[in-house]
């Protein structure tokens, strides 16, 4: 009878173990970012570039040629370029619209680097922090040109919030600032034409606002 018992316990213990074991299993499928096995060359324009193979190897997309008057075809291959610690990478079309990029970019390149609104969107908290992978790629490109990626951002980061903060402080001058005192010489000229008759005032007078409106003349006694 104890026998028979132990047996079921073992039995139902079983039957739990594997049923977590699955559970478990399920929720440490990879992502379909970081499935295992991909190469470049099985990649289309929409997948290429920024993707990094199982080998560790960034994918580059690349135009290919047909023939003349034909239109050209895009191929996806793998390149010299080793990502670090990242493998089997295909990335999202959230990080793609987070970081400023495009899914047809060919080849791989440091000129982004040179473009402001890149650099912005790049150092963004919703790339910088949420896309490992395109970070991983322009931190190397910009150590390739002597420049550490974090002090980039952080320069950048410091002109914004100084371009912000002189913006705010015009803004606020604008506000602040007394009404102009509306000019009544209009009123005196025409009340002066009025008393005169009409007549331009006299000649001499005309000369000596001539001279000294002049940088070499003195202003009249």
């Not at 602040?176 to 007549?199: D, M, T």
Request: hydrophobic share 35%.
């Amino acid at each position: 009878m104890a026998s028979s018992i132990s047996e079921a316990f073992f039995s139902l213990l079983l039957a739990f173990a594997l049923f977590v074991s699955g559970v478990l299993g399920e929720e440490c499928v990879p992502s379909a970012q970081t499935l295992g096995g991909i190469t470049c060359k099985q990649l289309d324009s929409s997948t290429c570039a920024f993707a990094v193979s199982s080998s560790g190897l960034r994918c580059v997309l690349e135009k290919r040629a047909q023939g003349s008057g034909q239109k050209e075809d895009h191929t996806c291959r793998s390149s010299s370029v080793l990502a670090t610690r990242i493998a089997s990478w295909v990335e999202t079309d959230e990080c793609v619209a987070a970081c400023g990029l495009d899914r047809e970019t060919f080849g791989i390149s440091s000129d982004l680097l040179l473009d402001g609104r890149f650099i912005s969107r790049l150092c963004s908290p919703e790339c910088y922090q949420s896309c490992p992978n395109v970070v991983d790629l322009y931190f190397n490109l910009a150590a390739g040109e002597g420049v550490f990626l974090p002090n980039l951002c952080a320069v950048k980061a410091e002109r914004r919030e100084m371009a912000e903060i002189n913006s705010f402080g015009q803004s606020e001058e604008a506000a602040c600032a007394p009404e102009a005192p509306r000019f009544a010489g209009g009123r005196r000229l025409i009340g002066l034409e009025h008393i005169n008759g009409g007549s331009a005032p006299p000649p001499e007078q005309g000369r000596k606002l001539e001279e000294y409106g002049s940088v070499d003349a003195t202003p009249p006694l």
